[in-house]
């Protein structure tokens, strides 16, 4: 269940990881994906402030389990947003605007997430069904945030046992 709590997080360099995929996209190639932006950068998992993606995506399994997976909020922009960020990005894509309506959805969340002064880490990466990318960020002390329980007081962080902390209607499209 996702609810609103206040998250304390030091003021410190932190990063935002945009992800973008098809619907029914895999969950353990969106998490290995994520991974795999993260080790492109050098960045550890605890070191990810939040996950970000297109708001359509909110309900998308592969993106929830993603979140649950590392412990971090999901973040979801609309549209306009995400477009407004073309500029910004660094792989824009015509296919991608003529289906969701912006020129990219893993850098453009990423970037959103992250806010104006700070840059891709690392450009969108993409698998079969999923892309991720990485931007800088830093995250003010108590900001509000959407919050999903921690993979911790699960004792497992794998993406097996991920599905019995999703709504169920998420963890019915898992199974």
């Known amino acids: 269940m996702i609810q609103q709590d206040r998250v304390s997080r030091p003021e410190a360099p932190i990063f935002t990881l945009g992800l973008g995929c098809e619907r029914g996209a895999p969950v353990d190639e969106v998490i290995a994906l994520a991974e795999q932006a993260l080790r492109y950068a050098g960045i550890d998992c605890r070191a990810v402030a939040c996950i970000a993606t297109l708001d359509v995506r909110l309900s998308e399994p592969a993106i929830v389990a993603a979140a649950l997976y590392f412990s971090v909020p999901l973040k979801v922009f609309p549209v306009a947003v995400l477009e407004a960020e073309t500029p910004r990005l660094k792989t824009p894509s015509n296919l991608v605007f003529a289906i969701t309506g912006c020129h990219g959805v893993a850098e453009a969340a990423a970037l959103a997430a992250a806010g104006e002064t700070d840059d891709l880490v690392v450009p969108k990466l993409k698998s079969a069904h999923a892309t991720a990318a990485v931007a800088g960020c830093f995250v003010e002390s108590n900001q509000t945030v959407a919050e ?28």
Do not use: K, T, Y
């Open 148 to 175: 999903f329980p921690s993979m911790n007081d699960s004792g497992s962080s794998h993406p097996e046992s991920i599905a019995r902390h999703m709504p169920p209607v998420v963890a019915e499209a898992l199974a």
